[in-house]
């Protein structure tokens, strides 16, 4: 079967440490942190990722009141994708546009909120239950908002695969564009997490909630010896996915090409994550895009801070690649924390603009490696000059579910 290449045409983001690929590729070359110590409910202040952009930029105040944190996450970063690619959808047959969101969970901010305030009364009186509840919670909701503020009238709809769900999105889009079911679609992932306090509580009772009183900065340490679980996080990332037919004849700027991709599941544990399943998703998907692993130019790791999830990561990379010493391997959930839904299509933004500046972001500052996830071909302390033709980014989620993505750098005949 002959199926159109897909490539991506625009990138809009918000993340704790920057609000469009410009601002979030220099934070990461630079090791500027977006975590800070914020107030939750009922647990002090603790670490987290907050991301600080103008919810109303792409919004009204009406739609905004109704909707949810996530869906104002959603709305921002498909607009500003939109108009990174500079498409006018006004124009368009909105019936041909689809929205492919990864989430992990949306509604806990809302929904928190009016049981607080439920209970808080006393009372308990069933009118204090909002009546904007069932609308921000069923589990459309996040690209829902998006068709709704943007006016789009294609297939939208949210894929719920955990912390693997940005990849997904972007694997779910490419499939539609290939079947012909659409001619553009917004994809990638969005998480509101950090503003839920069932979220943070949850992760402290399994003993996986980061903290590190001296600077909260340093709270999130994947591979370092003396981690202590994951900083969790919000925002979003959202591409424009077009077939390169289409995207050729409007003389669109192209970031990269979807090479290959693959998805599987562990079928072992609800938490603990298995490497050989992970390991088995990276071949399959290289297998997919007619490379070797040989051509793999950069890996961007999942890695996020726990004990046993790094080391059984890394020991399935560092076996995949040993024969591949030229490979750079970074992480970035050190910068920005866990941002579960958003965090696959997230660090691959932070990973594309390596096509065209040929630098590779380093991992956080790392003050002891572990040594069980060492490697030769971390990239630490600075980025690292090198030409990159194909990156690799992997996102593993709970109840194993695992996804990898491949992005080529397009590169037009002569």
């Known amino acids: 079967m002959n199926l159109s290449r897909v490539v991506i045409t625009g990138v809009g983001l918000t993340a704790p440490n920057g609000n469009s690929l410009k601002e979030f590729r220099s934070a990461l070359l630079e090791q500027k942190s977006g975590i800070t110590y914020e107030d939750v409910r009922f647990m002090g202040q603790i670490p987290v ?58 509604g806990p901010v809302e929904t928190e909120e009016e049981l607080f305030q439920f209970y808080k009364n006393n009372d308990e009186k069933p009118e204090l239950w909002t009546h904007h509840h069932n609308p921000r919670t069923v589990a459309n909701a996040p690209a829902g908002e998006v068709s709704l503020n943007l006016g789009i009238t294609g297939p939208h709809y949210t894929i719920g695969a955990a912390c693997a769900a940005g990849n997904m999105g972007v694997i779910q889009a490419v499939q539609m564009l290939q079947l012909g079911e659409v001619d553009l679609a917004l994809a990638g992932g969005v998480s509101e997490s950090s503003n839920s306090f069932g979220n943070h509580v949850s992760f402290k009772a399994q003993g996986a909630l980061a903290d590190y009183p001296e600077d909260q900065t340093r709270a999130s340490r994947p591979l370092d ?90 020991a399935g990379i560092k076996e995949a690649f040993k024969d591949s010493p030229e490979v750079a391997v970074n992480c970035t959930k050190g910068l920005i924390g866990h941002a579960m839904g958003a965090a696959g299509a997230l660090e691959l933004a932070g990973n594309l603009p390596s096509f065209e500046d040929g630098l590779v972001h380093p991992c956080h500052k790392i003050d002891e490696i572990d040594p069980e996830c060492a490697m030769d071909q971390l990239v630490l302390e600075a980025p690292l000059k090198k030409d990159v033709k194909y990156i690799l980014n992997n996102s593993f989620g709970m109840l194993g579910i695992n996804s990898t993505l491949i992005i080529k750098k397009y590169e037009a005949k002569a």
């Open 49 to 106: 990722g907050k991301c600080d952009f103008d919810e109303r930029k792409h919004q009204k105040g009406k739609m905004r009141k109704r909707g949810t944190r996530v869906g104002g996450i959603s709305v921002y970063c498909s607009k500003e994708a939109l108009d990174d690619a500079g498409l006018d959808i006004n124009s368009m047959d909105k019936s041909r546009i689809g929205i492919y969101l990864g989430i992990t969970e949306h």
């Open 225 to 314: 010896n003396n981690r202590n679980g994951i900083v969790i996080s919000e925002g979003g990332c959202v591409y424009t996915l077009e077939r390169l037919e289409d995207a050729l004849a409007r003389g669109a700027k192209i970031y990269g090409e979807i090479a290959g991709y693959h998805t599987n599941s562990d079928a072992t544990d609800f938490v603990l994550p298995n490497p050989e399943r992970q390991m088995e998703c990276v071949h399959k998907a290289i297998a997919k895009a007619g490379i070797t692993i040989n051509d793999i130019d950069l890996v961007n790791l999942h890695a996020t801070g726990t004990k046993m999830g790094d080391i059984q990561e890394v």
